[in-house]
C-alpha cells in the first residue's frame, strides 16, 4: 500500500511521528518525489493498515505542531520569568 503526502500541509516532522507510532506493525518506507512524501507500508502483523486511523494520526500532529508554532513566544515569556530575573517582560521584547 501506497500513501500520498503533500510536503506543503505536513512537516517531516509530523510524518516523522506517525511512521514512529506505526512502526510497530508496519515497516514503513519514505521516498520523497516533486514535493511529495509517498509512504509505502508493509505490514509486519496480521493487523491491518487503517487509513481514516493514519491521517487523524498525521492531522493531531499538525494541530500540535500549529499550536506549539503559535504559543512559542509566551512559553519564552514564562520560562524568562520564572527562571530569570526579569520582571518587566512581555510578548513586544521577542519581536
Partial sequence: MEIKIDRNIYSDSCISKVVYLLSEK???????VNNYEILTI?????????VNDFWDKMNDFKL???????TKDIKTI??????G???????NDFD
Fill in 42 to 50: 508493509i505490514h509486519k502483523t496480521d493487523d491491518d493498515f487503517d
Fill in 85 to 91: 530575573e526579569f520582571d518587566n517582560l512581555d510578548e
Fill in 64 to 70: 500540535r505542531e500549529i499550536i506549539n508554532i503559535e
Fill in 26 to 32: 508496519f515497516s514503513i518506507a519514505r521516498t520523497f
Fill in 78 to 83: 514564562l520560562y524568562a520569568k520564572a527562571f
